[in-house]
């Protein structure tokens, strides 16, 4: 049984729980939910905490999408994919997409590409490429990229056109 707190109660803790890291607002009502807090204060403590800027989706999109493609190495459409399950709106993301620097970006592919390529197993060039190919798709990478870099790290097959 989940113990209940005041509204107040909840939007001070809704405060600090955002001074400590960029939160969207689905992550706000989800610890809300799990706090006991009235529901129907969600809608006035979410106003509160985006009118004194705790809560800034842009803000929030803009540093998720630096965080996950730089440490976690993960490609747009995975970045995307997680934003929007997040329900943050389609126009942050895109913005956030935009912010990425192409060469950064790239070199991030070809190093991830390169280190898979080292530790795969495989008994054919085909089979490897193959292997190294669905990692990269599964970290959210274009194919276009992902045949591109592949092409610059120099696995030149037949079917790579």
């Known amino acids: 049984m989940k113990k209940e707190c005041s509204a107040q109660e909840a939007r001070l803790k809704a405060e600090a729980y955002c001074s400590l890291t960029e939160r ?3 992550d706000v009502l989800r610890k809300l939910e799990q706090w006991g807090a ?6 006035a403590i979410i106003e509160s905490l985006k009118k ?3 809560i ?3 803000r929030y999109a803009n540093a998720f999408v ?3 493609y730089r440490f976690n190495q993960w490609g747009r459409i995975k970045i995307a994919q997680a934003l929007r399950m997040k329900h ?8 956030a997409l935009d912010e990425i620097d192409e060469e950064e970006y790239t070199s991030v592919l070809t190093s991830l590409l390169e280190k898979k390529r080292k530790s795969v197993k495989a008994s054919t060039e085909y089979e490897r490429n193959g292997k190294v190919i669905r990692f990269a798709l599964g970290h959210g ?3 276009g990229e992902i045949l591109r870099c592949m092409k ?3 696995c030149e097959d037949e079917y790579m056109d």
């Open 56 to 58: 800034d989706e842009q």
């Open 38 to 43: 009235p529901s129907d204060a969600f809608d």
């Open 88 to 95: 943050v709106a389609s126009d942050f993301i895109y913005a």
């Open 152 to 154: 610059q790290i120099g």
């Open 52 to 54: 004194e800027r705790y």
């Open 66 to 68: 630096r965080d996950k």
């Open 141 to 143: 990478y274009d194919m």
């Open 24 to 26: 969207c607002t689905d």
